[in-house]
């Protein structure tokens, strides 16, 4: 493994096996950055990562002890120039708990806390340790340094059935403020924050369509936009403490 640093840099993706890190792990990559990647689950992309010269590393920020040991392999590499905080969990909440005395009401609060705090571990928690943990590498970097936290439209929303999460995408977005009041003008610290951009696979034709109708461009854009955002961003001297945000113009669909 080679641990120098090429010219343009070291770019830190979290949650880089599927789906929109992959796109932007393997595009930034073929700009002529320096990767490393955390992954999960072993996935074919993460394999093409690897065989194109990417550093993939296995974690889960759920764990401190995982997260530890992701900080370490990045113990060799001098500076970085951007981390990309992607890793995400889509977990919709319980139906509303309908027992009201133990021990069955103690069943569904634990339920309802678990998906509460892996909501916050994955989205608020791991970014802020590891934003802390790997700063020192960031003020590191002779060519710039940034931190880009991937949020949702829903952090400015809500959503009825995706609580926990939403309230984790908006403590990101809270901590994007904080870190770039913190961090200014060493390291440039945004936020992007897409409401539709790709579906799942087993999403149907009614899903889709309902999930389409919700935005004024009625697309599904796919994981470029991200890529595009993630570069603007990049290539910005300027913005910093902001929300990006990628949603079709979904904050205009009004009745
Ligand atoms: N896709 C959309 O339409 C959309 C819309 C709004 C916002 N976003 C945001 O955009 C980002 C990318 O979206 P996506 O759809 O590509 O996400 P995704 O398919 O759910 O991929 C996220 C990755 O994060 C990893 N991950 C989850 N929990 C983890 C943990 N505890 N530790 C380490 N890694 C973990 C997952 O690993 P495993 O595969 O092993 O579980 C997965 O590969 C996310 O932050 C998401 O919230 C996406």
Redesign the pocket.
Known sequence: MNHTSSAKGLIVV??????????CATALLQQGYQLLV????M?SGIAALQQAGAHCVA?????LA?MAEFIDALAPYPAIRAII??????QADLPVPQAVTAPALHDQLQQDAAIFD?MQ???AR?PYLLNRALLPKLLASTTGADII??????ASVGSSKHQA?AAS?AALENLTLSLARQLAPDVKVNA?????????EGDDAAYRQKALAKSLMAV?PG?DE?LQSIVYLLNSEYITGRVLA?DGGRHLKLP
């Not at 992007?192 to 799942?200: G, T």
């Open positions: 979290t949650g880089a096996g599927q789906r929109v890190g992959l796109h955390s992954y999960r689950k996935t974690a889960d920020f759920s764990q995982s905080h992607n890793a995400s969990s889509w892996a571990h994955i989205h791991a936290h991937l949020t949702d439209f829903v999460y995408k992007i924050a897409p409401a539709l951009l790709m579906f799942n599904a994981p991200v990628l």
